[in-house]
């Protein structure tokens, strides 16, 4: 008997001796959360030169000049930044009068790790006092 219990101690004492790397926890497979816009979407009145639009984890912009279709067409295409969590979009050219701007991102947003893709979000913005 007593060696029976001398036995399990020695199976219990290597039995939680073991180590195993973490698991990591389960796959990502959702695009990235917008958190909000600055401004807004579908503002009016904008007189701005950029757009900061937030997400809840980091991100990558990809083929932004294939995927990102803005309309009506700019001469001068807008330039993107990644700071931190936020994509800045800053418009080089002044922007036309009462008039309504649609950007499409097609799928150039996807989270940083897993390249999960924000499908189609789009941004409305007018420099007028209404969306047209």
């Given at each position: 008997?007593?060696?029976?219990?001398?036995?399990?101690?020695?199976?219990?004492?290597?039995?939680?001796?073991?180590?195993v790397a973490p698991t990591g926890g389960p796959k990502d497979e959702t695009p990235p959360k917008i958190l909000g816009e600055i401004?807004?979407?579908?503002?009016?009145?904008?007189?701005?030169k950029e757009?900061?639009?937030p997400f809840d984890e980091y991100i990558q912009l990809r083929s932004?000049?294939?995927?990102?279709?803005?309309?009506p067409p700019m001469l001068k295409s807008p330039t993107y930044q990644l700071k931190r969590k936020s994509l800045i979009v800053k418009f080089e050219q002044g922007l036309a009068q009462n008039t309504t701007y649609t950007i499409n991102f097609g799928e150039a947003i996807r989270d940083n790790n897993e390249g999960n893709i924000l499908k189609n979000y789009t941004y409305v913005f007018s420099t007028g006092a209404y969306l047209d």
């Amino acid at each position: 008997m007593r060696k029976a219990l001398q036995f399990i101690a020695i199976l219990l004492f290597f039995g939680c001796a073991q180590q195993v790397a973490p698991t990591g926890g389960p796959k990502d497979e959702t695009p990235p959360k917008i958190l909000g816009e600055i401004p807004p979407n579908l503002s009016t009145n904008f007189t701005g030169k950029e757009i900061e639009i937030p997400f809840d984890e980091y991100i990558q912009l990809r083929s932004a000049n294939e995927q990102v279709v803005i309309s009506p067409p700019m001469l001068k295409s807008p330039t993107y930044q990644l700071k931190r969590k936020s994509l800045i979009v800053k418009f080089e050219q002044g922007l036309a009068q009462n008039t309504t701007y649609t950007i499409n991102f097609g799928e150039a947003i996807r989270d940083n790790n897993e390249g999960n893709i924000l499908k189609n979000y789009t941004y409305v913005f007018s420099t007028g006092a209404y969306l047209d």
